[in-house]
């Protein structure tokens, strides 16, 4: 049953990289890297902000377009061992030459490249801004997004620490992409409470919300968001890990999923929270009961939701029969 293909909507490319991948690259560039790891190795947290910190000061060993193109071809390897078929990877012009559009163009260049060498396993990009980097970077974001859209990128998110800013700060950004066709999603709902997943739907109109889990916390928005059809990319390892739920067991997923919510499974920034999709299925099966039967209604959701064009989505769905 772990076997079956997988679809995975919601992965932060740099978020993905193994402590070892960074190490490795740390060395190489000669550059030390402090209070990133613990005395095991692994990447090292005490709660939400920390978690970004430490992300952000892991992110300053990848440089070049080349270093991004390596990453990709490891976290698609290690996703097509996990099962996984198709995969939307998060990527940040932030991180990639700064929101310059040239620089960017440079970067994603290595990426695509990247996927294309990898057999087995099919990537989208969606161009993600970063919350508390503020609006007017997002519309910097935008705009590489907008430039690059097409048949690779092909949608754009916002990440981030939901203290600061509100989801309607970036709605020109989101104007912007929804401009160029691209599928829209934010990560709301995980730090926030239930209101931040309405203001991402009122003022982002996104179709999909990157976590959403806090709307279990009110009924009146369950019921909209199985009226709307809105697409929840669940994390359930990461929400422990980040504290928000004590353990699986006690995860809304199940009974979103039961009320009638279109959830997928994801996995985040795998490394970080000591997960892979494999570990997520294993735990959704053990604590909930999950069948092969439940997975495969739960893909069928992710190809539906996907941000691929008609015929991707019928491969997948072909695929997943
Ligand atoms: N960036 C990477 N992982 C994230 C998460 N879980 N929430 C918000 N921003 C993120
Ligand atoms: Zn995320």
Same mark, same amino acid.
């Not at 390897?77 to 700064?98: H, I, M, R």
């Not at 995980?190 to 209101?195: A, K, L, Q, V």
């Not at 739920?245 to 919510?261: L, Q, T």
């Given at each position: 049953?772990?076997?079956?293909?997988?679809?995975?909507?919601?992965? *932060?490319?740099?978020?993905?990289?193994?402590?070892?991948?960074? %190490?490795?690259?740390?060395?190489?560039?000669?550059?030390?890297?402090?209070?990133?790891?613990?005395?095991?190795?692994?990447?090292?947290?005490?709660?939400?902000?920390?978690?970004?910190?430490?992300?952000?000061?892991?992110?300053?060993?990848?440089?070049?377009?080349?270093?991004?193109?390596?990453?990709?071809?490891?976290?698609?390897?290690?996703? +097509?061992?996990?099962?996984?078929?198709?995969?939307?990877?998060? =990527?940040?012009?932030?991180?990639? !030459?700064?929101?310059? =559009?040239?620089?960017?163009?440079?970067?994603?260049?290595?990426?695509?490249?990247?996927?294309?060498?990898?057999?087995?396993? $099919?990537?989208?990009?969606?161009?993600?801004?970063? %919350? *508390?980097?503020?609006?007017?970077?997002?519309?910097?974001?935008?705009?590489?997004? @907008?430039?690059?859209?097409?048949?690779?990128?092909?949608? #754009?998110?916002?990440?981030?620490?939901? !203290?600061?800013?509100?989801?309607?700060?970036?709605?020109?950004?989101?104007?912007?992409?929804?401009?160029?066709?691209?599928?829209?999603?934010?990560?709301?709902?995980?730090?926030?409470?239930? $209101?931040?997943? %309405?203001?991402?739907?009122?003022?982002?109109?996104?179709?999909?919300? !990157?976590?959403?889990?806090?709307?279990?916390?009110?009924?009146?928005?369950?019921?909209?968001?199985?009226?709307? !059809?809105?697409?929840?990319? @669940?994390?359930?390892?990461?929400?422990? @890990?980040?504290?928000?739920?004590?353990?699986?067991?006690?995860?809304?997923?199940?009974?979103? %999923?039961?009320?009638?919510? +279109?959830?997928?499974?994801?996995?985040?920034?795998?490394? #970080?929270?000591?997960?892979?999709?494999?570990?997520? *299925?294993?735990?959704?099966?053990?604590?909930?009961?999950?069948?092969?039967?439940?997975?495969?209604?739960?893909?069928?959701?992710?190809?539906?939701?996907?941000?691929?064009?008609?015929?991707?989505?019928?491969?997948?769905?072909?695929?997943?029969?």
């Amino acid at each position: 049953m772990t076997d079956q293909p997988k679809i995975e909507l919601h992965l *932060h490319l740099e978020g993905a990289a193994p402590p070892d991948f960074i %190490r490795q690259l740390a060395a190489e560039k000669g550059v030390t890297l402090d209070g990133v790891f613990d005395a095991s190795g692994s990447y090292a947290f005490n709660d939400f902000e920390h978690f970004l910190q430490v992300y952000e000061a892991a992110v300053t060993v990848l440089q070049t377009p080349e270093d991004f193109g390596r990453l990709t071809r490891a976290v698609l390897e290690q996703s +097509k061992a996990n099962g996984v078929v198709y995969t939307e990877a998060f =990527l940040s012009p932030d991180f990639c !030459g700064n929101r310059d =559009l040239g620089a960017w163009r440079e970067y994603l260049a290595a990426i695509e490249e990247a996927a294309a060498s990898v057999s087995g396993i $099919e990537m989208r990009g969606i161009v993600t801004c970063i %919350r *508390h980097f503020g609006p007017e970077k997002a519309r910097e974001t935008a705009v590489c997004a @907008v430039e690059t859209a097409g048949d690779f990128i092909t949608g #754009f998110g916002m990440g981030g620490n939901e !203290g600061v800013f509100t989801q309607g700060d970036f709605a020109p950004a989101y104007d912007a992409a929804r401009e160029a066709g691209l599928g829209l999603t934010t990560h709301a709902g995980e730090f926030g409470g239930p $209101e931040s997943v %309405r203001q991402a739907l009122d003022d982002l109109r996104v179709s999909r919300i !990157g976590h959403g889990v806090r709307a279990s916390e009110d009924p009146a928005l369950i019921s909209r968001l199985v009226e709307e !059809g809105i697409v929840l990319e @669940v994390c359930p390892g990461s929400n422990v @890990v980040l504290g928000l739920y004590p353990n699986i067991a006690a995860h809304p997923i199940d009974k979103m %999923r039961k009320a009638g919510v +279109k959830v997928t499974v994801s996995t985040d920034d795998p490394p #970080f929270f000591h997960t892979d999709l494999r570990a997520e *299925h294993t735990a959704l099966t053990d604590t909930f009961g999950w069948t092969g039967a439940t997975f495969a209604a739960v893909y069928r959701t992710a190809a539906q939701a996907a941000f691929c064009d008609a015929a991707t989505r019928a491969r997948l769905l072909a695929r997943l029969e």
